[in-house]
């Protein structure tokens, strides 16, 4: 009877404590959960707040290229000129600002009429927000070539309508987290399956019903054109209205820097997104950029060295591809950040004039181990 009766306290005491237990275990899932609750409700809050530098875009319709007349109309030579001399002139045909969203997550926030400002000579904060920057003497030339893939997410992402959107609060903030979960997600967020072989897809936001991602890349291409119009200044500094063609099938860079000759450019950019090769870009500029109504432009492959022999390949180009090509590849880049590509001397070339700031794509690598 006794030992019966410590089963029988033993047992209630087992209970009691397991009861005491189940009820702990619970009350710290709570405070878990309340937890998470509120760190998502500050997230969300945080997201959605309007920072002082981001870009103020709205819709650019008020900007009017010149007429046609007035660009054609005969002007006189400045006074720099001296017939029968050629000179030499210094300036950029590559540039990025914050209108694309790569350098935008890397934390540029300078936008195309800023950086016309800074190639006259003023001074700009650079990316990391606390160094300024002048360029040693001004350029007598200038083009901002965003990349036109992004101008659509751009736009839209910016905008009062949509900047609230879950896609829009992820690109807007993105910058203000750690390094690589920024690569990941620019190409998710602004230019998905980017190094694909097959069509591109548009933009996540675009996805979006009520996102009019065409009237979205228009308007950022305003915006750029009217940066340009607005910066040139006849005879001292010259602007070129232009964008990059940024096609990059599985890694392999054959980007071009479009460059249109004057303020006469197409209705929108030629992306990557909707002409996803180089013959689709050429012909579409044939067919939309035409000289009698004052339009002309070139393309300049860059990075060639990180092109894995795409940029220039002929192989299999029919006659009109060729023909195409002679008429709007008319220069190369042959120096940037991402390495020199003039030449490449692990291929053979001259070791004397080549053996400078090589580099190469991952995917040329393998071949110049010997």
Same mark, same amino acid.
């Given at each position: 009877m006794f030992e019966s009766d410590g089963w029988a306290k033993e047992e209630a005491l087992s209970e009691a404590e397991q009861a005491g237990k189940e009820k702990k275990r619970h009350r710290w899932w709570r405070y878990l959960l309340l937890s998470v609750v509120v760190v998502s409700l500050w997230l969300v809050w945080e997201m959605r707040r309007v920072f002082p530098d981001e870009p103020d875009v709205y819709f650019a319709e008020s900007y009017n290229p010149p007429s046609l007349a007035e660009t054609r109309r005969p002007k006189p030579h400045c006074r720099s000129y001296r017939n029968g001399q050629k000179q030499v002139y210094w300036g950029d045909l590559h540039v990025h600002t914050s209108y694309s969203i790569?350098?935008?997550? #890397?934390? @540029?926030?300078?936008?195309p009429s800023d950086a016309y400002a800074f190639a006259q000579g003023k001074s700009l904060l650079l990316a990391d927000g606390k160094t300024k920057l002048t360029i040693d003497r001004p350029l007598d030339f200038m083009a901002v070539t965003d990349h036109a893939e992004y101008f659509s997410a751009f736009s839209a992402c910016f905008h009062p309508k949509y900047r609230n959107l879950p896609v829009c609060m992820g690109l807007r903030n993105l910058s203000r987290i750690h390094i690589y979960p920024r690569i990941f997600m620019i190409g998710l967020l602004g230019q998905r399956d980017m190094l694909s072989k097959g069509k591109p897809k548009q933009p996540l936001v675009c996805w979006h019903s009520k996102v009019n991602c065409h009237k979205m890349m228009m308007n950022t291409w305003k915006h750029i054109q009217a940066a340009a119009q607005n910066a040139y200044k006849r005879?001292? #500094?010259? @602007?070129?209205?232009?964008?990059?063609?940024t096609a990059t099938p599985g890694g392999s860079h054959i980007h071009r820097n479009v460059i249109f000759a004057n303020a006469h450019v197409p209705e929108v950019a030629y992306d990557f997104i909707n002409y996803p090769t180089q013959s689709l870009l050429w012909r579409a500029l044939k067919k939309g950029c035409r000289k009698k109504g004052g339009c002309d432009a070139i393309t300049i492959p860059h990075n060639t060295n990180w092109s894995d022999g795409l940029a220039l390949q002929l192989k299999g180009d029919t006659k009109e591809e060729r023909d195409l090509r002679a008429r709007y590849d008319r220069l190369v880049e042959i120096h940037q950040a991402k390495g020199n590509s003039e030449c490449l001397n692990p291929f053979g070339d001259d070791q004397k004039d080549c053996n400078f700031e090589i580099s190469f794509n991952r995917m040329s690598e393998p071949f110049t181990k010997g």
């Open positions: 790569d350098a935008y997550l #890397f934390g @540029t926030r300078n936008d005879c001292n #500094f010259t @602007t070129f209205v232009g964008y990059e063609w």
